[in-house]
């Protein structure tokens, strides 16, 4: 409907029952059909989550508190929000959603809190991590597109914990980025360099989302993983992970990030490649091909799965800059 053809009643004696259209009909006069819907349908939903459960002042209380609390610990280096969204499993059903993978593609996975735009570009083969009481570890990998074609010149971040289990950002005194780095795929798609051993770790956990996690009997850890983010124009963003094949929380990361697809298992450095890299025979191994969908493959998925989940809610949609909003015409 034309915004400014919009009437709002008199906005009195609301009820259970039709306070929500109420408050959706005066919300409506925004021109922005993409932001109109999705306020509308969180409204909504909020709304029905209060009918159905009974929502009592007490428990509402205590939400406004929670999320209080929640803003209260947020900081430049410390996003608690993001961190609920994670262990409620929003965060990765959001980059389902938004960065859709064909099968033979790999897939995306939650990028945490703990990425930084100051680490640096290293070259081929270079040491990211300085932390002496890791596991060394020679990483190998190539980058290609859905046909098995190099893409080269793909600008990619690394990053990962120290032995400790602990991000360098999260050490007091930080002066240099450590764990970290950035490569840029070569001519044949391929970027190398040398690492430690992920170790497993805990997720934030001294704040309101440990109090949520411990309240639901939930442990904070996240297997071991080393996260990868690649950006190349043309190509959609792809944030991942890679994650060690046995780690003991293989099946219940607390942020719900691990996939068959990206788990990995280490081999050991042979001789000749011990000898090619410049590394120790016997240290371990983590050799992977990453494989990228184009912008425009990843828009066409994501407008395809659009229409069918809507068509299933029985919902007739349109498309616009990429994003559904209802079909009124
Ligand atoms: C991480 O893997 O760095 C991470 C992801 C989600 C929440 C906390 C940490
Ligand atoms: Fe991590």
Same mark, same amino acid.
């Given at each position: 409907m034309d915004p400014s053809q919009v009437t709002i009643p008199p906005l009195m004696d609301l009820t259970i029952d039709n306070i929500t259209e109420n408050v959706n009909l005066i919300n409506s006069a925004n021109p922005d059909a993409r932001f109109k819907y999705v306020l509308e349908r969180l409204v909504h939903h909020l709304h029905d989550f209060a009918r159905e459960t009974r929502l009592s002042t007490h428990e509402w209380m205590a939400g *406004?508190? %929670? +999320? !209080?609390? !929640? /803003?209260? *610990?947020?900081?430049?280096?410390?996003?608690? %929000? *993001? &961190? &609920?969204?994670? *262990? +409620? /499993? &929003?965060? &990765?059903l959001v980059d389902s959603i938004d960065h859709p993978k064909p099968p033979n593609s790999t897939e995306g996975t939650v990028l /945490?809190? %703990? #990425? !930084? #735009?100051?680490? #640096?570009?290293?070259?081929h083969g270079e040491l990211m991590s300085h932390d002496d009481n890791g596991d060394p570890l020679l990483v190998l990998c190539t980058v290609k597109d859905v046909n098995g074609k190099p893409v080269s010149g793909v600008k990619i971040d690394i990053w990962e914990t120290d032995s400790s289990g602990h991000y360098d950002v999260q050490h007091a005194g930080r002066t240099e980025p450590d764990g970290r780095c950035i490569m840029t795929s070569d001519d044949k798609g391929d970027f190398w360099f040398k690492a430690i051993v992920p170790v497993p770790y805990p997720i934030p956990h001294d704040g309101p989302v440990g109090q949520l996690l411990k309240t639901l009997r939930r442990h904070p850890m996240r297997p071991a993983h080393m996260h990868f983010m690649f950006d190349k124009e043309g190509y959609d963003h792809l944030i991942t992970a890679l994650y060690l094949r046995g780690d003991p929380y293989e099946t219940s990361d607390a942020v719900f990030g691990v996939k068959n697809s990206l788990i990995v298992e280490l081999g050991k450095v042979d001789k000749a490649t011990a000898e090619k890299y410049g590394v120790d025979e016997g240290i371990a191994l983590l050799t992977h091909d990453f494989v990228l969908v184009t912008d425009e493959e990843s828009k066409r998925l994501r407008e395809e799965n659009s229409r069918k989940a809507l068509a299933k809610l029985g919902k007739k949609v349109k498309i616009v800059e990429g994003l559904p909003v209802p079909d009124v015409d």
């Open positions: *406004i508190q %929670f +999320l !209080t609390k !929640t /803003g209260q *610990i947020c900081s430049d280096v410390r996003q608690e %929000f *993001i &961190l &609920l969204s994670d *262990i +409620l /499993g &929003l965060s &990765l /945490g809190p %703990f #990425h !930084t #735009h100051d680490a #640096h570009s290293l070259g």
